[in-house]
């Protein structure tokens, strides 16, 4: 277990020490004793938050409400920069579900989720505390991500898969970072706009615009937090110019690209999720 130190933030950050056999998904785990008011940045990835510690995680979203334990959030939770996390001696286990397997795995359409966030043992019930307990009686925390793994590679290959078609134009819109005309995409895989548009959105949770922005952004985003000029991220990741990265890291933060380039939860990132996670 790493320690990640970023101004008064100190977390505990664990790896597995081999990439997952399910394509689309990985894990790390977070143990946290003070956890202040961490602003929760949009992913490209459905995040599967899994609790186990003596603490509890609070989440404040920006209608007032707030989620406690382990939750379910869609892609791009956390825009608007209105969804923070707090608590003291948190442990979890967090899970970046490529929305091609998130479907399968939850047992719930994506749809229902957009950049919602949901708590967990409204989708699986008393599953959730099952896991919750089990977590916290293993002892080490690549056993925890072997059974973690384990579980819900048996979800995956129980639930319904997403088309194939849909599933090229994600892996399109992510193997090209969001460099990609969304009009050409319907042509390409032989269906009409309307179709795909529809198959899209139902079963990753979101049309294929908000894809492709979500995808740009989150690049360009790690590009700002490695120390990358602001005009030379707008130039290379697809951006007008660099007002309109402005623009966009405003909408999915509520943050300047300065300020937000020192936020924690991407800065973590190097050490938690080697290579971005599993997101395409």
């Excluded at 186990?52 to 892609?75: E, K, M, N, W, Y």
């Excluded at 479907?103 to 229902?112: E, N, P, T, W």
């Excluded at 990753?204 to 894809?211: E, I, M, T």
Aim: proline share 6%; glycine share 10%; with cysteine.
């Amino acid at each position: 277990m790493a320690s990640f130190v970023h101004g008064k933030a100190v977390w505990d950050v664990a790896c597995p020490r081999r990439p997952s056999p399910v394509s689309g998904l990985s894990m790390a785990g977070f143990r946290v004793r003070d956890l202040d008011a961490l602003r929760m940045v949009p992913h490209p990835a459905v995040t599967l938050l899994l609790e186990f510690g003596a603490g509890t995680p609070v989440l404040d979203c920006s209608s007032g409400r707030q989620q406690r334990g382990s939750i379910v959030a869609g892609p791009g939770f956390g825009s608007g920069g209105a969804v923070r996390a707090s608590g003291e001696n948190v442990e979890c286990v967090q899970v970046r579900l490529s929305p091609v397997i998130a479907r399968a795995v939850l047992g719930a359409s994506l749809s229902d989720l957009d950049d919602a966030v949901v708590p967990l043992d409204e989708l699986w019930g008393r599953e959730a505390s099952r896991i919750r307990e089990r977590l916290g009686d293993i002892a080490s925390w690549q056993d925890r991500f072997a059974w973690t793994e384990a579980l819900l590679a048996r979800r995956y290959e129980a639930g319904p898969p997403v088309d194939p078609e849909v599933a090229w134009a994600w892996h399109r819109i992510a193997g090209r970072r969001g460099l990609t005309r969304v009009d050409a995409l319907a042509a390409e895989v032989g269906w009409s706009r309307k179709r795909l548009w529809s198959r899209f959105r139902t079963q990753l949770g979101l049309p294929p615009k908000h894809a492709v922005k979500l995808v740009r952004f989150d690049h360009a985003a790690h590009r700002l937090v490695a120390g990358e000029a602001a005009a030379r991220v707008a130039a290379e990741t697809g951006y007008a110019d660099q007002s309109h990265l402005h623009r966009d890291v405003m909408t999915f933060t509520g943050a300047t690209p300065a300020n937000m380039a020192r936020e924690p939860f991407l800065a973590v990132d190097d050490l938690a999720w080697p290579g971005r996670g599993a997101t395409p």
